[in-house]
Every structure is written in structure tokens, then in C-alpha cells.
């Protein structure tokens, strides 16, 4: 089946993650904003909602590391940075994640998506990717959602009701089997072991030879062997 994440993996997931930012020189010296010596990293930016004092000594060794003279800079003693943070309530974060989630489980649809009430965030754009389960046979799919906002990221691990197509092949079913063998295309008759929709692969045996085979639907009576 299509869109498989391992559920383990999913609930390894901390609640919230967040990746590594760094503060820049031009934070520090807004007049280099946009140049190459404004891009020198200073150390480890603070989580959202909280600041960091960078000191005027920690700047000059920055700059000594990159081979870089510090003459002709005014560099403060000490300046305090900010990383500011903006809360998301659940109907937002809902109209984000619902659209990528169903692009990640088509062709199911979520129904009612579990999500935390509120999430913090930094400030700055928002990009969502999701890796999500099959649907399990109680109708539910498992999702790893990830947040990126203003350089971090943010994991949660979601759930929600799927309603999904019934599937267009049934086991027993006898469909064509297609292989390709270098420029070579074969087809043999088979038998359907399993269920599926287009896209899924599924095992199916070769009537000929009763060898048993994976294989992805391409319609309703033909799937293709993968390799």
C-alpha cells in the first residue's frame, strides 16, 4: 500500500523538535543586512519566545574564525537578540495540516483530524510536510506532521478518521500481469491476492507458472510486476 510510515518511528517523534538556527553578524549590526559578512554566524539563536545576549567578544572571534578583520566595525559590548514566537490555534493549524495530510493519503480523505488545541511557532512563514500511515482497518491513519517557520521546526504526531474508496481489484480476482524484461514486455494471466486501488501494490500469482509476484494496479484487471 501506498503511503506507509512506520507507526513506531511516528510515536519516536518528540511532541515538539526544533532544528538548529543560528544567529547572524547582520542581527547584530543591521548595516550589513544582505552582504556576505552580515551572513557569519555567531552561535545558536534562542528558542522562540526567548533572547541571548551576544557579546562584543563573540562577535570578534567570529569574525577571526572566518579570517575576517573586525576594524572599522562599531561592534557593540553586548546586544540582545530575540526570537519572537506567535501562537496557532487548532482551527488554523487544522486548515494547514488537513490539506497536506489528505494529499498524503489520497485516494482517502481525512475526517475529524486529532490536533493539539494551540501550537508555538516562530514568526515567519509556515511550511507543512506530512509522512502518514496506511489507513489501518479500523479506519484510522497516523501521521508525522512538521512545521517549519522563521528556521525551526516543529513535530507533532497526529491522527484522524479516513474514509477511503472501496478497493477496485478484490482478492480472487483474475487480472493481467505485465512485466518488462529489458525492451521486452510480457503479459501472463493471474489472480489478485490481495486487495488494492490504482497505485497500490499488492501480491498476485501467475496462473501459468503459480509463482507469486508483487505488482502495482493499473486498472481494475491489469497490474504491472515491480521490480
Given at each position: 500500500?501506498?503511503?506507509?510510515?512506520?507507526?513506531?518511528?511516528?510515536?519516536?517523534f518528540?511532541?515538539?523538535?526544533?532544528?538548529?538556527?543560528?544567529?547572524?553578524?547582520?542581527?547584530?549590526?543591521?548595516?550589513?543586512?544582505?552582504?556576505?559578512?552580515?551572513?557569519?554566524?555567531?552561535?545558536?539563536?534562542?528558542?522562540?519566545?526567548?533572547?541571548?545576549?551576544?557579546?562584543?567578544?563573540?562577535?570578534?572571534a567570529?569574525?577571526?574564525?572566518q579570517?575576517?578583520?573586525?576594524?572599522?566595525?562599531?561592534?557593540?559590548?553586548?546586544?540582545?537578540?530575540?526570537?519572537?514566537?506567535?501562537?496557532?490555534?487548532?482551527?488554523?493549524?487544522?486548515?494547514?495540516?488537513r490539506?497536506?495530510?489528505?494529499?498524503?493519503?489520497?485516494?482517502?480523505?481525512?475526517?475529524?483530524?486529532?490536533?493539539?488545541?494551540?501550537?508555538?511557532?516562530?514568526?515567519?512563514?509556515?511550511?507543512?510536510?506530512?509522512?502518514?500511515?496506511?489507513?489501518?482497518?479500523?479506519?484510522?491513519?497516523?501521521?508525522?506532521?512538521?512545521?517549519?517557520?522563521?528556521?525551526?521546526?516543529?513535530?507533532?504526531?497526529?491522527?484522524?478518521?479516513?474514509?477511503c474508496?472501496?478497493?477496485?481489484?478484490?482478492?480472487?480476482?483474475?487480472?493481467?500481469?505485465?512485466?518488462?524484461?529489458?525492451?521486452?514486455?510480457?503479459?501472463?494471466?493471474?489472480?489478485?491476492?490481495?486487495?488494492?486501488?490504482?497505485?497500490?501494490?499488492?501480491?498476485?500469482?501467475?496462473?501459468?507458472?503459480?509463482?507469486?509476484?508483487?505488482?502495482?494496479?493499473?486498472?481494475?484487471?491489469?497490474?504491472?510486476?515491480?521490480?
Open positions: 500500500m501506498r503511503g506507509v510510515f512506520p507507526i513506531a518511528l511516528l510515536l519516536a518528540p511532541a515538539s523538535a526544533l532544528a538548529q538556527e543560528h544567529i547572524t553578524l547582520d542581527e547584530v549590526l543591521p548595516a550589513l543586512a544582505g552582504t556576505e559578512l552580515g551572513r557569519i554566524e555567531l552561535g545558536p539563536a534562542p528558542p522562540p519566545g526567548s533572547s541571548r545576549t551576544v557579546r562584543g567578544s563573540e562577535v570578534r567570529a569574525l577571526r574564525a579570517g575576517r578583520d573586525a576594524r572599522g566595525l562599531a561592534i557593540p559590548s553586548a546586544t540582545r537578540v530575540r526570537r519572537d514566537v506567535r501562537r496557532i490555534a487548532r482551527s488554523e493549524l487544522e486548515a494547514l495540516v490539506p497536506r495530510l489528505d494529499e498524503a493519503i489520497a485516494p482517502c480523505r481525512a475526517g475529524e483530524v486529532e490536533l493539539p488545541d494551540s501550537v508555538s511557532l516562530a514568526t515567519g512563514e509556515v511550511s507543512v510536510a506530512i509522512e502518514a500511515s496506511a489507513p489501518s482497518r479500523s479506519g484510522r491513519v497516523a501521521a508525522a506532521v512538521v512545521l517549519a517557520s522563521g528556521g525551526r521546526e516543529t513535530r507533532l504526531t497526529v491522527s484522524a478518521a479516513a474514509s474508496p472501496p478497493p477496485i481489484v478484490s482478492p480472487g480476482a483474475r487480472v493481467s500481469i505485465i512485466a518488462r524484461f529489458g525492451n521486452v514486455t510480457a503479459s501472463a494471466p493471474g489472480v489478485a491476492m490481495q486487495p488494492g486501488r490504482v497505485g497500490d501494490v499488492i501480491r498476485v500469482t501467475n496462473r501459468s507458472t503459480r509463482a507469486s509476484l508483487m505488482a502495482r494496479i493499473e486498472s481494475g484487471d491489469t497490474v504491472r510486476v515491480v521490480q
